[in-house]
């Protein structure tokens, strides 16, 4: 049986920020969040660790999704070096990570797990930025940490808080960092004949407020 054309993402987060990038692409969508399992296995890489969580994401919701609908799932985590920084379970963990990575560069992964049920396909992508981090004081750390802000981030810190703003200047994708690099998105489904909006790279430096330098070169597929 011959499956619908494909006219609406299913996106597999409950994230706000991820729902308010999406929305940029100009794609109908409707939310359907994933509820699994998120432990790292023993020696896994970053990148690993993300490609597999958005893939078992994608994978947890496709009896889920009705005719027509491609589902978009995505994972973002925190690498200092070779060690996954998560979630924190409490302010004190928040705040030994947060006085880990001041005045020092990290890594932000995020992948994406596009997935058609119907026809059993699947495309992955994954972007990567290098976070310079700037030297915030010991009081900036308390502040933020009373914001209750960091207690769903992975690596205690969400780089757009508008009055932490952790990082210094970035030369990689922001919007990966803030957990859905749209460049990479668009090209992901568009494999699906899915579209973008002609002006996503500008609506999304517009809306994040940043001057992306990479977004013609995720386009062309060299990053």
Not at 9 to 28: D, H, T, V
Not at 156 to 175: K, V
């Amino acid at each position: 049986m011959k499956r619908s054309k494909l006219s609406r993402i299913l996106l597999a987060s409950n994230s706000p920020r991820r729902k308010e990038l999406i929305q940029l692409g100009g794609w109908p969508f409707r939310v359907m969040p994933a509820d699994v399992d998120e432990s790292v296995l023993a020696g896994e890489p970053a990148d690993q660790y993300v490609l597999r969580l958005a893939e078992v994401k994608a994978r947890a919701v496709a009896p889920q999704a009705e005719a027509g609908e491609i589902i978009v799932a995505a994972d973002t985590t925190v690498a200092d070096g070779t060690e996954i920084l998560g979630k924190p379970q409490d302010a004190g963990e928040a705040r030994t990570m947060l006085t880990r990575l001041r005045g020092r560069v990290h890594q932000v992964y995020t992948a994406l797990a596009v997935y058609d049920p119907a026809e059993d396909r699947l495309v992955r992508e994954l972007a990567a930025t290098d976070v310079p981090m700037r030297d915030y004081s010991a009081e900036e750390i308390e502040a933020y940490i009373a914001t209750g802000d960091p207690f769903d981030k992975a690596g205690s810190y969400a780089i757009q808080h508008a009055e932490f703003r952790p990082a210094g200047q970035l030369s990689g994708c922001y919007a990966n960092v803030v957990g859905l690099p749209l460049c990479h998105l668009a090209r992901a489904v568009a494999q699906f004949g899915l579209t973008a909006a002609d002006d996503l790279p500008a609506a999304c430096q517009s809306a994040l407020g940043y001057d992306c330098t990479v977004f013609n070169q995720v386009q062309k597929g060299v990053l």
